[in-house]
């Protein structure tokens, strides 16, 4: 009765200290939807699309794994390690060209014992980043500094949210540098003009057009920290041979790419990030676009490889015992990690771990100050306790005053001719199809995958599936299609080749009778591309409802773009009402 209560008021019931089989199916005959400690056997069900995935991301996070046990010297591994680099970088869309920073101080402030910039620089274009650069007390620290990069994670207020803030602080009055910036869509950074999307909505948003015209929106944030980096190296007050990086959350995630992909990293802390993505989509589910790379686990990019990526460099993973990352993953990636670098001489003592116990997901004093020593370390060689301080110490500004705001009205949008990502995206969107030539079927078929002669019925069951508690996916159809994409397939795939195959049975059993195509919503989508691709099996095609075109979505950040619409990089060659034509 107590637990009925809960779901009736909304809430998602998660169970813990579940051991048999028969206690599951018993609660979940009461619909219970998370075993959060539970042997994941004890709730995958075979016949379940989203577990079948999941199963999937499970065999390639472990094939990936031993990948990298096999090596038997470290130049196989490093050899690895720069394919992988390739694989990312193209997976993710390739980066953009370096062109002219124009930093810009537009102030600054104090806090005991440093002095805060207001900085603004373009990481693109008239694509402005706002940031905080914290820098030590002159009289207690020489110049130049080393310098520790911040990237953020989803804070509505971004370098302002009070954990973030602090941070600089606490690395200052160490006598570091640090460089906290705004990420897309957070501080002074919203992009979409009307409607502020904010946070983890503002990055899905723009993730799934950016996806379209084949970017992953990791790219965006990858590239805003490269860029972050190349303002540290500019200053005559900071060293620019090595630096550290740490963030949690998102700003973990950040973490771990950037170590992995641009050597001027030489140490780092990523935070409230690293598991396994196999406990990861397990447990919680897929993330939002910046953590689902186009088909990572068929390249083998799992989190030991981005770990791994960044050897030899000094480690340390800064975990939370609570937190909804699973730690049991983050452990085994900690063993994987100190392994490796026992195995080829590295040095047992560049792997470490900071768990903050009884603690959820978050940033706390001692996962930052654990950083900042960590960082402090491997830059300068004084391994000490940073400074712990008190919140009144380390306040932000006031939201709105003067000091808060790094440009005019603190919205990078009201500055001229700024662009936002979603106009980037448009004009990539624009070049494509300046590009295009007349589609035909085999193109159609090498960039959705989809095969016609091959095509089996893999019907969709995600109706009473286990669907992660603050999931980034609204729908259990959402949370599939994001599962494929890491898979390095999609939904729309799936979905078209079980209509083609339906349609094969149909005919079989009816002395070739044609079955006529009806779809709704976003099945539209996938029945435009079996229609397309194998019209003779099909007496015509009707749609109700469908989704808008992949051009309006790109065009109009406030049309809904579902996940399980994307094909990654298909409006380079078409557009999916065109098959309707």
Not at 174 to 187: F, H, M, S
Not at 218 to 234: G, H, P, Q, T
Not at 401 to 424: C, I, K, N, Q
Not at 471 to 499: F, I, Q
Request: aromatic content about 8%; overall charge neutral; proline content about 6%.
């Amino acid at each position: 009765e107590e637990l009925r209560s809960h779901q009736e008021h909304g809430y998602i019931v998660c169970i813990r200290g579940v051991k048999s089989r028969e206690a599951a199916d018993y609660y979940r005959s009461l619909g219970v939807e998370r075993f959060v400690d539970a042997d994941p056997a004890l709730w995958s069900r075979p016949s379940n699309s989203i577990d079948r995935a999941i199963a999937e991301v499970r065999r390639l996070d472990e094939a990936a794994e031993a990948k990298w046990a096999s090596f038997g010297s470290l130049r196989e591994a490093e050899e690895h390690a720069r394919q992988l680099r390739r694989a990312m970088t193209d997976a993710i869309g390739g980066f953009p060209e370096r062109t002219p920073l124009n930093v810009r101080t537009t102030g600054s402030f104090a806090r005991t014992g440093c002095r805060v910039e207001k900085v603004v620089f373009e990481s693109q274009p008239q694509h402005h980043v706002t940031a905080y650069l914290f820098l030590p007390d002159a009289a207690a620290f020489k110049p130049p500094y080393r310098a520790v990069l911040i990237p953020l994670g989803h804070a509505a207020v971004g370098k302002s949210y009070q954990p973030y803030f602090k941070a600089g602080v606490v690395a200052a009055r160490a006598g570091l540098a640090a460089l906290a910036y705004d990420p897309v869509d957070q501080g002074e950074r919203l992009q979409s003009g009307e409607v502020r999307k904010g946070v983890v909505t503002g990055h899905v948003n723009a993730g799934l057009r950016a996806e379209l015209v084949g970017w992953s929106f990791a790219r965006f944030r990858i590239w805003d920290a490269m860029r972050a980096l190349d303002v540290l190296e500019s200053r005559t007050d900071i060293r620019s041979d090595g630096f550290g990086v740490m963030g949690q959350s998102g700003g973990g995630t950040v973490t771990a790419y950037l170590s992995a992909l641009d050597p001027r990293v030489r140490v780092s802390c990523p935070a409230g990030f690293v598991t396994t993505t196999r406990d990861l989509t397990a447990f919680w589910g897929p993330q939002d676009c910046e953590q689902n790379l186009p088909g990572a686990m068929r390249l083998g990019l799992n989190h030991l490889s981005l770990m791994l990526m960044a050897a030899p460099n000094p480690v340390r993973l800064i975990l939370a015992e609570d937190d909804a990352f699973p730690i049991c993953g983050s452990l085994d990636t900690l063993a994987g990690m100190r392994r490796f670098y026992g195995r080829h001489g590295l040095g047992a003592d560049r792997v470490d771990c900071d768990i903050a116990r009884g603690k959820m997901h978050g940033w706390y004093d001692c996962s930052r100050e654990a950083s900042v020593r960590w960082i402090r370390r491997w830059l300068t060689g004084m391994d000490a306790p940073a400074p712990h301080l008190a919140d009144e110490e380390a306040l932000p500004p006031v939201a709105g005053s003067a000091d808060a705001t790094v440009v005019p009205g603190g919205a990078v949008m009201g500055l001229p001719g700024e662009r936002s990502v979603y106009d980037l995206i448009r004009l990539r969107a624009d070049e494509l199809k300046s590009r295009r030539v007349p589609l035909t079927r085999e193109a159609v078929a090498r960039i959705s995958g989809i095969d016609v002669a091959r095509a089996k019925d893999d019907r969709e069951n995600v109706d009473c599936v286990r669907n992660g508690y603050w999931s980034y996916a609204h729908t259990p159809a959402d949370e599939l299609a994001c599962l494929y994409g890491l898979l390095g397939t999609s939904l729309v795939r799936v979905r078209a080749e079980g209509m083609i195959a339906r349609a094969k049975a149909y005919a079989a059993a009816n002395g070739g009778k044609r079955m006529k195509l009806s779809a709704k919503g976003h099945a539209a989508v996938a029945a435009a591309h079996a229609h397309y691709l194998a019209p003779e099996l099909f007496d015509g095609l009707e749609i109700a409802d469908p989704p808008p075109s992949w051009r309006a979505g790109i065009d109009d950040p406030s049309l809904p773009v579902s996940p399980q619409d994307v094909l990654f990089g298909a409006f380079a060659a078409y557009d999916w009402t065109d098959l309707l034509d």
